[in-house]
Nanobody
Framework: QVQLVESGGGSVQPGESLRLSCAASGSILSISAMGWYRQAPGKQRELVALISRGGSTNYADSVKGRVTISRDKAEKKVYLEMNSLKPEDTAVYYC??????????WGQGTQVTVSS
């Protein structure tokens, strides 16, 4: 059974930082492209960051320069480090694993709230 378990969300003030973690069961991380998505109230779910099996990364324009996605294969974890957080970063953040174009898995989502 594939399981993605997220942690690290919470409530912070503008300008502060958070690091989200996604712990992946079994070998799913090693065979998958991994991504972080977010969904704000009343909006569609959007891509935040992707890391391919080979390690290349892509970021949404809205977070570029403030966000870093990384993967620790030994620990079976994917991280999303977010700096200089803004109120518009407030959303539920989801971890995603895509081993093939026909199959993907999602974490439960973790709330990030940025407000003063």
């Amino acid at each position: 059974q594939v399981q993605l378990v997220e942690s690290g969300g919470g409530s912070v003030q503008p300008g502060e930082s958070l690091r989200l973690s996604c712990a992946a069961s079994g070998s799913i991380l090693s065979i998958s492209a991994m991504g972080w998505y977010r969904q704000a109230p009343g909006k569609q779910r959007e891509l935040v960051a992707l890391i391919s099996r080979g390690g290349s990364t892509n970021y949404a324009d809205s977070v570029k320069g403030r966000v870093t996605i990384s993967r620790d294969k030994a620990e079976k974890k994917v991280y999303l480090e977010m700096n200089s957080l803004k109120p518009e970063d407030t959303a539920v953040y989801y971890c995603n694993a895509s081993p093939t174009s026909l199959r993907e898995y999602w974490g439960q989502g973790t709330q990030v709230t940025v407000s003063s």
